[in-house]
């Protein structure tokens, strides 16, 4: 079993910036795929980024390229997801998940394991 704690979410202006941080713990991560989804009211869950746990390597969806950067801790079993120039359409509950044999197809939140809670992130304009 894999927990999975977000938090960092909250209220923030439009063009602010907010740090979410999602605590893994259960197993013993190496070469797994973590990945932030986020869902807004009445609309579908969409990939926003992940990150290889080995290699470091990274994958942005479009929409949060050049504003969101996501990285790991390995020492605390933590991955961030750095958000900046936030707007209202990044208002969404957004989840962090684990996927334990990846495939490289990051995007699909359906090939993920485990999920957290998510946390609420509210853009205001």
């Known amino acids: 079993q894999v927990q999975l704690v977000e938090s960092g979410g909250g209220l923030v202006q439009a063009g602010g910036s907010l740090k979410l941080s999602c605590a893994a713990s259960g197993r013993t991560f190496s070469n797994y795929l973590m990945g932030w989804f986020r869902q807004a009211p009445e609309k579908e869950r969409e990939f926003v980024a992940a990150i290889r746990w080995g290699a470091g390597s990274t994958y942005y969806a479009d929409s949060v390229k050049g504003r969101f950067t996501i990285s790991r801790d390995s020492a605390k079993n933590t991955i961030y997801l750095q958000m900046n120039s936030l707007n209202a359409e990044d208002t969404a509950v957004y989840f962090c998940?684990?996927?334990?044999?990846?495939?490289?197809?990051?995007?699909?939140?359906?090939?993920?394991?485990?999920w957290g809670q998510g946390t609420q992130v509210t853009v205001s304009s």
């Open positions: 998940a684990v996927d334990l044999n990846p495939l490289g197809h990051w995007w699909r939140g359906s090939l993920y394991d485990y």
